[in-house]
């Protein structure tokens, strides 16, 4: 990718899923199911493990209406009563590059992903919050 490109850079961020098989995390109670289907815990930090609060993370199956929820000041973003499918996981926090990855949602009521944000490349400009 050029220098200075408005695409989000996917190289400095990596995502995390634990699983069972491959992205749930069946043994997690952190989400209780408040309404029928699926639940999603989504914790955001830094690579040096401290917490990201106030980011925007929205998930979207295919062209559906998207669903949107904001890190509390311990990073964790939750849904409840989503459908059990592949989402499009798109992660915007001030400060830091954009991630954007196809994650799945099993039907189980407390899937969890971690997902560790880096900050821009030196000389970089990140795509969320610039002034």
Sequence with gaps: MKRGSSSPRYG???LFLF???????????????????????VAIHTAAGETIPGAKVTLRAGKGEPY??????AGIATFSGISPEKYRLSIIARGF??????VTVEAIPDNRI??????????????????
């Excluded at 949107?68 to 000041?73: L, Q, V, Y």
């Excluded at 590059?97 to 196809?102: A, F, V």
């Excluded at 997902?115 to 002034?131: E, M, Y």
């Design 12 to 14: 400095a961020v990596v």
């Design 19 to 41: 699983a069972e098989a491959c992205c749930v995390f069946p043994g997690n109670r952190a989400l209780a199911q408040t309404e029928p289907g699926s639940g999603l815990v």
């Design 68 to 73: 949107s929820s904001e890190t509390d000041a």
């Design 97 to 102: 590059d954009d991630l954007s990855t196809e």
């Design 114 to 131: 971690d997902a560790i944000l880096s900050p821009p490349a030196r000389g970089q400009h990140h795509r969320s919050g610039d002034d």
